[in-house]
């Protein structure tokens, strides 16, 4: 069956049937000249108003594109990468961890000004109850984790965008709010079952870690539940569990090497690592070509779906 992708109010949907968006566009659901549409075989993205049969009466191929400046304007090179089978093609640690390197010096001053933002925002909270005493500390220690788990979703974003290429910007900290809850509820599971395979010996813990950490990830990315998050984590990681494991050991080195550079070196550091997971994320999905910028420019060959 082929399957579509499809824009709208600014995002990427799919992959779904094209009965699927026969459906959307018989409610009203889909613009025939602002929301674009993508398959296997096209060149790019056309607005969805030129598609044969998509609507009870097909827009005019003549319709206006969207504004070139928007987030979905159609480029030549613009065609979403497909993505892979899971566990299909073995994580490459070394591959990711240069590329969030490179695209820390590449976007080094816009990460550190909402490095910053995020900084301050997501553990005031948390430093200011360090302060306070019972019974006042211990609530106000518990909203200051929401309020980082909060501004943690935001700065997901933030990433994925980063390596995307696409606009990321202060606003986004604050964006992804409607998946507070069920962001909470994964991790409270996440959590739970870590810290029961731990007691379990250890390494249970650890493989518990690696299978089902990618659940934000999948929450921002793919507006996922909060089980549907942890399964798709668990299809995700398949076969590169080992492999991840082998990047938690590099991205601690990397910290720590930043630290004893006279802590100045993290300052590049935590952004390189923070940036190496969401791109090890998206290596996962899509492969190697995740990892790419178009031949012979600065543009980033990966474009996001959701």
Same mark, same amino acid.
């Given at each position: ?16 049937? %094209? ?26 993205? +056309? ?7 998509? &609507? ?38 070394? +591959? ?77 900290? %604050? ?10 509820? +994964?991790?409270?599971?996440? &959590? ?19 299978? $089902?950490?990618? $659940?934000?990830? +999948? ?25 991840? &494991? ?21 300052? $590049? ?16 999905? $899509? ?11 600065? !543009?980033?060959?990966? !474009?996001?779906?959701?």
């Amino acid at each position: 069956m082929q399957t579509w992708y499809y824009s709208h109010k600014g995002e990427r949907q799919g992959p779904v049937a %094209f009965e699927a968006l026969q459906a959307l566009a018989q409610r009203g659901e889909l613009d025939p000249h602002q929301d674009l549409v993508w398959t296997a075989g096209m060149q790019d993205w +056309a607005p969805s108003g030129t598609v044969p049969g998509l &609507f009870p009466t097909a827009a005019s191929p003549d319709a206006p594109s969207p504004d070139p400046g928007s987030l979905l304007a159609p480029r030549a090179d613009s065609a979403p990468l497909p993505e892979i089978a899971p566990g299909s093609q073995p994580l490459d640690v070394i +591959a990711c961890l240069q590329r969030a390197i490179a695209l820390t010096k590449r976007h080094f001053g816009q990460i550190i000004g909402i490095g910053i933002v995020y900084w301050i925002a997501s553990s005031a909270v948390l430093i200011g109850a360090e302060y306070l005493h019972e019974p006042i500390k211990t609530p106000v220690l518990l909203l200051g984790t929401v309020i980082s788990m909060f501004f943690n979703l935001g700065l997901t974003r933030v990433c994925f965008n980063i390596i995307a290429g696409e606009a990321a910007s202060v606003s986004q900290l %604050f964006g992804e709010g409607s998946k507070l809850l069920r962001s909470l509820g +994964a991790f409270l599971l996440y &959590f739970a079952m870590v810290s029961l395979g731990f007691a379990l010996f250890i390494l249970p813990g650890i493989y518990l870690a690696l299978r $089902f950490g990618l $659940f934000q990830y +999948a929450i921002v990315d793919r507006n996922l539940g909060i089980m549907e998050s942890l399964r798709y984590s668990s299809a995700l990681t398949a076969n590169n569990r080992l492999s991840l &494991f082998g990047m938690g050991i590099l991205t601690t080195l990397i910290i720590l090497a930043g630290a004893l550079a006279l802590v100045v070196g993290l300052i $590049f550091a935590i952004p390189a690592v923070t940036l190496a997971i969401p791109l090890a994320y998206r290596f996962l999905q $899509f492969g190697p070509g995740a990892l790419q910028d178009q031949p012979g420019t600065a !543009r980033h060959r990966l !474009r996001r779906i959701s």
